[in-house]
T-cell receptor
Framework: DQQVKQNSPSLSVQEGRISILNCDYTNSMFDYFLWYKKYPAEGPTFLISISSIKDKNEDGRFTVFLNKSAKHLSLHIVPSQPGDSAVYFCAASARYGGSQGNLIFGKGTKLSVKP | DSGVTQTPKHLITATGQRVTLRCSPRSGDLSVYWYQQSLDQGLQFLIQYYNGEERAKGNILERFSAQQFPDLHSELNLSSLELGDSALYFC?????????????????????FGPGTRLTVL
C-alpha cells in the first residue's frame, strides 16, 4: 500500500507560469514532509520541507503548502524556468511510530517547463 | 554538492559476480540509507544503518547486504548479480530524526543524497 502518492506522472508548463505539483499521503503519523528534485543520472537534491505544525513554507520561487485535514501537500514553483525541468519526489517522515528517520517517497512527477 | 560521496561512479560487471559500493555520509550524519532506482522507476528503499547498526530494511534482496563501519562510511555488497540488478544505486545520509539541523529549519531526518553509482550487469 502506497503511503505517499503522486498521482500525476508528468506535468508540462510554459516558462514563466506557475507549476503545481501535488502529493497525497495516508499515514496520519507523518509529521515532516519534503520535496526533492532529480535530474537524470544524478542523485535527488533536497528542495524544501515543511513540518506538520505549519501549513506553508517558502524558499524563493518554491512554496510548499500542507493541508493536514486533506492529507495533501503541494509544491508551487513561480515563475517556472526551463532549468526546473526534472523529476520531483515528495517524501514523508514520522518521528514516532517505529520509522524514525526513514523517508517514504512517492513515485515522482516529471515536470517539463517549455520555453 | 550534498556532502555525500559515493564510489565508484560507474561499475560494469558480469552476471554472477559480486561488487561493493561505497558511501561516505555528510560530516556529523549518523544514518546512512541505500536506495535503488531502475530505469525511470521510483526510489526503492533498500536498507538503513544508524551509527553502525541496522535500523530498517526495505525491499532488499537476500543477495544484497550492507554494513556501516565505525567511521560511519557504509558499503553495499551485491552478489550473484543478475541482469535485473542493473540500476542506479544511491546512498543518503541524515542526522537522527529528532535533532534539528542548524540551517533552514530543516529537521534532522532530512536526507541528503550522493551522486549515485551506476551499475551495469552484462
Amino acid at each position: 500500500d502506497q503511503q505517499v502518492k503522486q498521482n500525476s506522472p508528468s506535468l508540462s508548463v510554459q516558462e514563466g507560469r506557475i507549476s503545481i505539483l501535488n502529493c497525497d499521503y495516508t499515514n496520519s503519523m507523518f509529521d515532516y514532509f519534503l520535496w526533492y528534485k532529480k535530474y537524470p543520472a544524478e542523485g535527488p537534491t533536497f528542495l524544501i520541507s515543511i513540518s506538520s505544525i505549519k501549513d506553508k513554507n517558502e524558499d524563493g520561487r518554491f512554496t510548499v503548502f500542507l493541508n493536514k485535514s486533506a492529507k495533501h501537500l503541494s509544491l508551487h514553483i513561480v515563475p517556472s524556468q526551463p532549468g526546473d525541468s526534472a523529476v520531483y519526489f515528495c517524501a514523508a517522515s514520522a518521528r514516532y511510530g517505529g520509522s524514525q528517520g526513514n523517508l517514504i517517497f512517492g513515485k515522482g512527477t516529471k515536470l517539463s517547463v517549455k520555453p | 554538492d550534498s556532502g555525500v560521496t559515493q564510489t565508484p561512479k560507474h561499475l560494469i560487471t558480469a552476471t554472477g559476480q559480486r561488487v561493493t559500493l561505497r558511501c561516505s555520509p555528510r560530516s556529523g550524519d549518523l544514518s546512512v540509507y541505500w536506495y535503488q532506482q531502475s530505469l525511470d522507476q521510483g526510489l526503492q528503499f533498500l536498507i538503513q544503518y544508524y551509527n553502525g547498526e541496522e535500523r530498517a530494511k526495505g525491499n532488499i534482496l537476500e543477495r544484497f547486504s550492507a554494513q556501516q563501519f565505525p567511521d560511519l562510511h557504509s558499503e553495499l555488497n551485491l552478489s550473484s548479480l543478475e541482469l535485473g540488478d542493473s540500476a542506479l544505486y544511491f546512498c543518503a545520509s541524515s542526522l537522527p530524526g529528532g535533532i534539528p539541523r542548524t540551517s533552514g529549519g530543516q529537521r534532522g531526518d532530512t536526507q541528503y543524497f550522493g551522486p549515485g553509482t551506476r551499475l551495469t550487469v552484462l
